[in-house]
């Protein structure tokens, strides 16, 4: 068979069949996805430090006086949180007053201006995005790097707005910490704290929405503001950030073992 050539002009019914025979070579097969998803062996162990983390989480937060280990993670998680109202409000022409997070784990951003529809379900949703954002990270040491720096960069913003001490305080141990971690070894430190604060940030995320919407009525919550001025059900509202949270952090993992197979920064694949 002769040669197709780029300046050849087909007839109408050989060039169909030939851009056919060209989508079907480019066609993704559930092969394809399926060698996609299937963890390599340093995945395999990302895999199974989340599930550890996961239950470890879920074990000690319910432990009287040793949940206090948890503590500076959860109130990291909940600066995340008001950093991202901040930023919702910021984008849509909002002054930013003040950040301020308290030991029972609550947060407050004071802000004029802005849209509502925007701010309000920024909270939950932007640090759940976070969230997911590294964990997917931690399937590398480069991407944690890099997803580390915009973490840092969300906390110094966080930090300008504070207010009281401990939120500085959680804003620089946590930025300092990141810094730190840069230094061990081939960055294996930095990718699982990273991790580690990827699966804290969205397994609270999770809990926190299940709490203040679908299992108890709180007047405070987000969606409860949210569904006031959309005169909707705030479970509704949160049933809803809950399956998008949901998402973000499976799409996460899907993706981190789909596009981060070989980490070039570990000493075994060098």
């Known amino acids: 068979m002769a040669d197709i050539t780029a300046g050849a002009t087909l007839p109408g019914h050989l060039f169909l069949h030939h851009e056919a025979a060209v989508l079907a070579r480019r066609a993704i097969t559930k092969d394809d996805v399926g060698h996609a998803l299937t963890p390599t062996q340093d995945q395999k162990y990302i895999l199974i430090a989340i599930c550890a983390y996961a239950l470890g989480i879920l074990v000690l937060w319910h432990i009287p006086y040793v949940n206090i280990i948890l503590l500076p993670f959860k109130?990291?998680?909940?600066?995340?949180?008001?950093?991202?109202?901040?930023?919702?409000?910021?984008?849509?022409?909002?002054?930013?007053?003040?950040?301020?997070?308290?030991?029972?784990?609550?947060?407050?951003?004071?802000?004029?201006?802005?849209?509502?529809?925007?701010?309000?379900?920024?909270?939950?949703?932007?640090?759940?995005?976070?969230?997911?954002?590294?964990?997917?990270?931690?399937?590398?040491?480069?991407?944690?790097?890099?997803?580390?720096?915009?973490?840092?960069?969300?906390?110094?913003?966080?930090?300008?707005?504070?207010?009281?001490?401990?939120?500085?305080?959680?804003?620089?141990?946590?930025?300092?910490?990141?810094?730190?971690l840069w230094f061990t070894?081939?960055?294996?430190?930095?990718?699982?704290?990273?991790?580690?604060?990827?699966?804290?940030?969205s397994l609270y995320c999770l809990w926190d929405i299940v709490d203040d919407t679908v299992r108890r009525k709180v007047n405070e919550s987000d969606a409860t503001k949210f569904a006031e001025k959309t005169h909707c059900s705030s479970r509704l509202?949160?049933?809803?950030?809950?399956?998008?949270?949901?998402?973000?952090?499976?799409?996460?993992?899907?993706?981190?073992?789909?596009?981060?197979?070989?980490?070039?920064?570990?000493?075994?694949?060098?």
């Open 75 to 180: 109130l990291v998680t909940v600066a995340l949180h008001e950093f991202c109202h901040a930023a919702a409000g910021l984008c849509t022409g909002a002054r930013i007053k003040s950040i301020t997070i308290d030991p029972g784990e609550g947060g407050q951003t004071l802000m004029s201006g802005g849209k509502w529809c925007c701010v309000m379900p920024a909270g939950y949703l932007g640090s759940s995005l976070l969230g997911a954002l590294m964990v997917f990270a931690g399937f590398n040491v480069l991407a944690s790097k890099i997803v580390s720096v915009i973490i840092g960069v969300c906390l110094l913003a966080t930090l300008f707005w504070a207010k009281n001490w401990l939120t500085r305080g959680t804003t620089v141990l946590f930025v300092g910490l990141i810094v730190g």
């Open 185 to 201: 070894p081939h960055g294996i430190g930095l990718r699982y704290v990273v991790l580690f604060m990827g699966v804290m940030s």
């Open 237 to 270: 509202c949160g049933l809803s950030w809950l399956f998008l949270s949901l998402v973000f952090l499976v799409g996460a993992i899907l993706l981190g073992l789909a596009f981060l197979k070989d980490d070039p920064s570990l000493p075994s694949n060098n």
